[in-house]
Each structure stands twice: as C-alpha cells, then as structure tokens.
C-alpha cells in the first residue's frame, strides 16, 4: 500500500487518477470482519466520492478490496 501526502494526492486528481483512503477495519454482529475506505475520482469538473463497505474475505492469496463483497447487496 502506498501512501501520499496531500500535495500528491491533489496532484493524482489533476492526472486523472483516483484516490482511495482506508478508513479501518470492523468486526461485525456475525463474527466476520469489514473493511471500509473511500475512493476519489475526478470526473469532467468535479469529484465523485464513493465509500465501500465490504466483507474482508482477504487472504495472503486474494488481497484486492475491489472484488471483496459489498456488505450492503444494494451498494
């Protein structure tokens, strides 16, 4: 994982790059865990921000958040 500074990340904007900031992991009601963060991306204008709830089914195999499961079908 890598981390950026302010000014990098501002500048990853710019370039047409997202951001995404890790907001921690949580245990949920079933025992399992979560992992939260939010991603960034620059569109025409403005930004779009998301935030991701997912189940942290992560191995040392399988470790892109991306493809986890959404805690929420709906998101």
Not at 22 to 34: C, I, K, M, T, V
Not at 47 to 73: K, L, T
């Amino acid at each position: 994982m890598r981390y950026l500074t302010w000014t990098q990340a501002s500048f990853a904007l710019r370039r047409g790059r997202q951001v995404d900031q890790f907001l921690g992991r949580e245990q949920l009601p079933d025992e399992n865990w979560a992992i939260r963060w939010l991603s960034i991306s620059p569109t025409d204008y403005r930004f779009v921000i998301r935030r991701h709830h997912v189940e942290d089914i992560g191995s040392s195999d399988f470790a892109d958040v991306a493809e986890f499961p959404p805690i929420d079908p709906d998101e």
